[in-house]
């Protein structure tokens, strides 16, 4: 399909394209579908929050390419950000829809939100956009308020699960593994002195959820092989660590995987960081731990 191909459009952050997204999602791949359309989603990064209150303590629960990658899998065909500015939050409603969603996108319908607001000052709302829609020949289709409810709910239910590290709890809600990406980074080598070598993960955004400190059964595909580890997240008491770290120790593997982007999957927590008395005791634990993670994956 060229850029011009008619699109049914869906707005929205989608943070966690979760069940009630998907459900949304769904919908518009089956209305493009059935009038042979492209089924297309513009979402707006940075989050406005970000840009307009300078809100660095904002926390999404995917990075950007995340949610494009997430989004494409669930049958959107083109995924549009754009960049949130000033510049653009000044848009008029009206220059918003003609220029963006009319020139550049061709969009024949919108499916969207009944407490969908857009343009300046967020001063235009579903009403003015049905208005729009009959001089730009578009349709407008409302998405329920129990559907909104749905969405705005679990995203809730989401983060406050992996705030308290209840990781299968926002599994259940995401209807898919909650996963970070990063990657493989030199740490300070301690988990190899006691026979658990770990991989030390970096995330570069900064936004992007980390759920609670403590320990989780974990998955990763390395080299098209599925492959289970624990992880820890903290800042490791036992040694006096100050600053916050993502560590996996995977189980059966000594691949050299440095400066590896891996995608890694969380699957149950088994407990919260401790502090222990001395490298013995941590020791001990972690092969406590271990045969814990090896139980739940059998």
């Known amino acids: 399909m060229n850029a011009k191909s008619a699109k049914v459009t869906t707005i929205g952050t989608f943070d966690g394209i979760h069940i009630g997204h998907q459900k949304i999602l769904k919908h518009v791949v089956a209305l493009a579908k059935e009038q042979d359309y492209e089924p297309v989603v513009l979402t707006l990064f940075p989050h406005p929050r970000m840009v307009l209150k300078k809100d660095d303590s904002i926390k999404l629960l995917n990075t950007i390419d995340e949610r494009i990658e997430l989004l494409k899998s669930f049958g959107i065909k083109k995924v549009i950000v754009k960049e949130f500015t000033k510049e653009f939050a000044s848009l008029s409603a009206q220059?918003?829809?003609?220029?963006?969603?009319?020139?550049e996108l061709n969009t024949k319908q919108i499916v969207i939100g009944y407490?969908?607001?857009f343009g300046k000052n967020r001063s235009a709302?579903?009403?003015?956009?049905?208005?729009?829609?009959?001089l730009y020949k578009f349709k407008v289709e409302e998405i329920s308020?129990?559907?909104i409810e749905d969405v705005t709910v679990s995203s809730t239910k989401i983060r406050n699960a992996l705030d308290v590290g209840e990781?299968?709890?926002?599994?259940?809600?995401?209807?898919?593994?909650?996963?970070?990406?990063?990657s493989v980074v030199k740490g300070k080598g301690l988990g190899r002195t006691i026979n658990f070598p770990t991989a030390n993960i970096h995330i570069k955004e900064s936004y992007k959820l980390i759920p609670s400190d403590g320990v989780y059964v974990v998955k990763s595909k390395i080299e098209n092989k599925t492959i289970y580890g624990m992880m820890n997240i903290g800042t490791n008491p036992t040694v006096n660590g100050?600053?916050?770290?993502?560590?996996v120790h995977f189980f059966d593997f000594n691949a050299d995987i440095y400066n590896t982007e891996l995608k890694i999957e969380f699957?149950?927590?088994l407990r919260s960081e401790q502090k222990f008395e001395n490298l013995e005791a941590l020791k001990m634990q972690l092969h406590k731990d271990k045969s814990a993670a090896l139980d739940y994956i059998k």
């Open 95 to 103: 220059d918003y829809v003609k220029h963006i969603l009319v020139d």
């Open 115 to 117: 407490d969908h607001h």
């Open 242 to 247: 100050k600053s916050r770290s993502v560590e």
């Open 167 to 182: 990781v299968d709890l926002a599994n259940s809600y995401l209807g898919y593994n909650f996963y970070i990406t990063g």
């Open 145 to 147: 308020a129990q559907d």
């Open 267 to 269: 699957l149950k927590r």
């Open 125 to 134: 709302n579903i009403k003015d956009l049905k208005e729009f829609a009959q």
